[in-house]
């Protein structure tokens, strides 16, 4: 086996959003455009797939047609490692989307992300069962996550 790739189905915005996405991951990088030809089954010229990849994630993006669209069921969860990295990827995921509550996001493609702080998990599998409730309850509260709001709670517990 070779890997894993994540297909991403749109309708006709697989270029538009494999280069929102390169641009929005530092190590993000268009790999292949490939385009339909005279056998279809759509338009010969049309892009068909782009394969890029961001942190280390191969996706393909597809012009399928308008035929499905994407909901909350499946997401891409981003670890972040600090509060300013829940903050940049926040703001640009966001933009032209739509936040949703405890570090969810639609992108403007309508694409969900989960925009996670590590020390979000860390603390809510604490085996101190108070403290991790109180950081839950507080994330529970939240759209984007504030990773010092979360350690206060916890603190406080």
Not at 12 to 17: F, G, K, R, V, Y
Not at 34 to 61: I, K, L, N
Not at 121 to 131: A, I, S
Request: charged share 25%; proline share 3%.
């Amino acid at each position: 086996m070779r890997g894993l790739t994540t297909c991403l189905w749109f309708d006709t915005q697989a270029e538009e959003a494999a280069n929102f996405y390169t641009s929005v991951f530092d190590d993000g990088k268009i790999h292949n455009v490939a385009h339909y030809g005279s056998a279809g089954p759509r338009e010969a010229g049309m892009v068909m797939t782009v394969d890029f990849e961001v942190a280390g994630q191969r996706f393909v993006a597809l012009n399928g047609g308008p035929e499905f669209t994407f909901n909350e069921a499946v997401s891409i969860q981003i670890d972040c490692e600090s509060q300013d990295e829940v903050d940049r990827y926040w703001a640009a995921l966001s933009e032209g989307g739509e936040e949703g509550p405890c570090g969810w996001l639609k992108d403007k493609f309508g694409v969900s992300w989960q925009v996670i702080p590590v020390l979000l998990n860390e603390l809510v599998n604490d085996p101190n069962e108070e403290k991790a409730q109180a950081a839950m309850a507080a994330m529970l509260k939240m759209r984007k996550i504030d990773s010092a709001a979360i350690q206060a709670a916890y603190d406080n517990a």
